[in-house]
């Protein structure tokens, strides 16, 4: 996604619009995760980019995990306040 015309391979397919659209698209699922993350009374530690949503506590009762694009999918555990 945030490729969209900026590589030597996509120049053909430059939109600058759709990529803002797609890049608010995806800024927007991410908050909404955060939000639904929060009022389910998890912790958020952290949002990254536009796919990187770290949470304290179980978050698999919340979010259904896969691929999909209502997924989520566990990138990395570990240990707030754990050894580096």
Known sequence: MSTIGESSANTGIRRPDCMHII???AF???WRK?????SSGL???EISGTDELHVAGDWRPVFPQGRDLNQVKEKKLYTLGGKR
């Open 34 to 38: 955060a939000y639904k993350a929060h």
């Open 28 to 30: 927007t699922n991410l």
């Open 43 to 45: 912790t958020v530690v």
């Open 23 to 25: 890049r608010a698209k």
